[in-house]
């Protein structure tokens, strides 16, 4: 690390600046901790809203529920928000909360080593070097775009960017563009920008379920209620929660009470695309929640349009500014946007990470993430992972399961201080128990058994991303840390210096 006059040294540093990064460095300040940096490699908050500012981007979970609990939002516009709301509240997180003093932007974290004789994480960004007794990664799994690497696509004479790196300067007015995907970002985009450019590609490999988008403006009486009447607003929170709460069973344990909801975004198809050929493409083929469900009103009607053509088939190659598709068929463009999320199965800090031995994050999981409650990882004493496996949800609020593992967090520090010990290491028998019991309850999951491939899953064809469970019982199984689960490591003994 070089000389010790250069390193900065807290109690805790926090990566990431998004939910995950502002809900720890929150939590922190109520449990009485000031002595941690939030390293963030943007130049503002926000995380994955902020990168993600494409055409018609927007939460598919309701707004009072995808919020914080300790900070709700009386005035949100929409009952599904958009991207600019939603970074301009975790801006207003930030300064509720007095965090501006703890953040440090453009501090892109390079390198973070386990140091086993001072047992201390030792931290390289591209700013400067950090030392903390903890180190919580909260960079989120959607942070990292994928973009395939497809032959000929260094020759492509126009345009190409992914959703989450859009270029606005970018006029798109009467273009050829071709859109590669069909998930969350892709049908957003498509209603968006179809009216204005000249004709539209969408290259399709998986046709989603699309189920109608119930969002409306929040009334000014409604908001004002909200603002004077707390109450209101959660109870309205604690209904949408529960509604989420009672869909987990068909997705988790019963996947056939899915049919229902079948034939419901089936209606939406139907209402959307009158023709036949064209609503046929549109049919998935396997289970509903196999793959994200999606929420768009606008997103068949797009579809339909006379300057839009759905290529039912994924991009092969390009040669040129033709895009061939894996069926045989090309398309001329001049515009490339792609939709084709995130590396989230394979995060690229895991390889920035390394723990005892030298050993890497990424190497750790080489046959698959996994780790104790979704946060800690045998190896990595005294790292916390906001997001980590299988803590993803299909249903519901990410905010929710954040918020669980700021309390794991909270109670993490205190048994730590209470210990004695300067770190602490999950035994491997407690994560393989964990993990073990995990995969077990996947089995019988609608992501497992509904006849898709979906990004839940890793290379190996394992579901390492999704909680198969409610958020209640997830926050009952991070209310506390159970120090039988943990090795305590304890302080360095200092070297006699020979005379």
Known sequence: ????????????????????????????????????????????????????????????????????????????????????????????????????????FRHMVTGARWDEETARWEIETEQGRYSAQVLVAATGPLSDPSIPDAPGIADFPGEIFHSAQWKHDHDLAGKRVAVIGTGASAIQIVP???????????????????????????????????????????????????????????????????????????????????????????????????????????????????NVDVVAAGLKEIKGSTLVASDGTEHEADVIVFSTGFHVTDLPVADHIVGAGGRTLAE??????????????????????????????????????IESQLNYLADYLRKLDASGAVALDVTASAQLRWNDEVQRRMARTVWSTGGCRSWYLDAKGNNTTLWPGTTAHFRRETRSVDLHEYDLIQAPVAQPVNA
Not at 16 to 38: K, N, Y
Not at 388 to 399: A, H, I, K, Q, W
């Open 1 to 104: 690390m070089g000389s010790s006059a250069a390193v900065q040294h807290v109690k805790v540093a926090i990566i990431g600046s998004g939910f995950g990064g502002l809900g720890a460095a929150v939590r922190l300040r109520q449990e009485g901790e000031t002595d941690f940096v939030v390293l963030e490699r943007g130049d503002s908050v926000g995380g994955t809203w902020r990168d993600n500012s494409y055409p018609g981007c927007a939460c598919d979970v309701p707004s009072h529920l995808y919020s914080f609990s300790f900070a709700p939002n009386p005035d949100w516009p929409r009952t599904f928000s958009g991207q600019p709301e939603i970074r301009a509240y975790l801006e207003r997180v930030a300064d509720r909360f007095e965090l501006r003093g703890h953040l440090r």
């Open 192 to 306: 968006s920008i179809q009216p204005e450019v000249g004709r539209l590609t969408l290259f399709q490999r998986t046709p989603p379920w699309v189920m109608n988008r119930m969002d409306r403006d929040i009334t000014a009486a409604e908001r004002f209620l909200y603002r004077h009447v707390p109450a209101t607003q959660k109870a309205l929170r604690g209904a949408l929660w529960l509604v989420r709460e009672y869909q987990v069973g068909a997705f988790v344990k019963r996947p056939a009470l899915l049919r229902a909801a079948e034939a419901l975004a089936l209606a939406n198809l139907k209402r959307g695309v009158k023709d036949p050929a064209l609503r046929a493409k549109l049919t998935p083929d396997y289970r509903f929640g196999c793959k994200r469900v999606l929420l768009s009103n606008a997103y068949y009607p797009a579809l339909a349009q006379p």
């Open 364 to 401: 750790e999981w080489e046959d698959g993430m996994a780790g104790l409650r979704g946060t800690t990882v045998r190896g990595f004493p005294n790292l916390l992972l906001i997001i980590g496996p299988n803590t993803g949800l299909g249903n519901s609020s990410m905010v929710l399961m």
